[in-house]
T-cell receptor, first 114, second 109 residues
Framework: DTAVSQTPKYLVTQMGNDKSIKCEQN?????MYWYKQDSKKFLKIMFS???????INETVPNRFSPKSPDKAHLNLHINSLELGDSAVYFC?????????????FGPGTRLTVL | LAKTTQPISMDSYEGQEVNITCSHN???????ITWYQQFPSQGPRFIIQ???TKVTNEVASLFIPADRKSSTLSLPRVSLSDTAVYYC??????????FGKGTSLLVTP
């Protein structure tokens, strides 16, 4: 069974559209994250939730809104998509919320905005 | 931005030992040193973590000198499948991992 799964794996859309990426983990972890990896392969944290509560919200446009319906899910909604949003988005989870807690990453969602 | 410094890229032949050194001069007393690996088209995965001296697991060894301002990830006898990006994490990341750009390792026959 996949520990951290994301859907879809690929997402191609037009500028201005609204899209969502779903993430689910079956590890029983309390903390989930969203990361963005741009074309230069720079991997940057976007959000972190611990027990459905937002604990990290980096400088991300408010067009991006995470939603955690329960501990096992952290979905990412993106409104009014822009060309610069094209990237690979990774979901991750960990038992705790410290750097010493191993994070388990999903396979990534490659978003292409045309 | 990550407060670590590591080489942008390294090349190696199969069967060789590869050592990747990372500088983290601002490491604090309670900080741990953590390395992740990312294969092409996959998410990062944890490799190893240590506090001081030496840590070894089935994948790699981590050497940490007494001042802890640097660490060296050692991959014994690399194979083609070890081609990946290796990240030394900012020990002061706090709640979220700060990856930086990592070291891109290319292993060739």
């Amino acid at each position: 069974d996949t520990a951290v799964s994301q859907t879809p794996k690929y997402l191609v859309t037009q500028m201005g559209n609204d899209k969502s990426i779903k993430c689910e983990q079956n590890l029983g972890h309390d903390t989930m994250y969203w990361y963005k990896q741009d074309s230069k392969k720079f991997l940057k944290i976007m959000f972190s939730y611990n027990n459905k509560e937002l604990i990290i919200n980096e400088t991300v446009p408010n067009r991006f809104s995470p939603k955690s319906p329960d501990k096992a899910h952290l979905n990412l909604h993106i409104n009014s998509l822009e060309l610069g949003d094209s990237a690979v988005y990774f979901c991750a989870s960990s038992q705790g919320d410290r750097i010493t807690d191993t994070q388990y990453f999903g396979p990534g969602t490659r978003l292409t905005v045309l | 931005l990550a407060k670590t410094t590591q080489p942008i890229s390294m090349d190696s032949y199969e069967g060789q030992e590869v050592n990747i050194t990372c500088s983290h001069n601002n490491i604090a007393t309670n900080d741990y040193i953590t390395w992740y690996q990312q294969f092409p088209s996959q998410g990062p995965r944890f490799i190893i973590q240590g506090y001081k001296t030496k840590v070894t697991n089935e994948v790699a060894s981590l050497f940490i000198p007494a001042d802890r301002k640097s660490s060296t990830l050692s991959l014994p006898r690399v194979s083609l499948s070890d081609t990946a990006v290796y990240y030394c994490l900012d020990p002061n990341s706090g709640y979220a991992l700060n990856f930086g750009k990592g070291t891109s390792l290319l292993v060739t026959p």
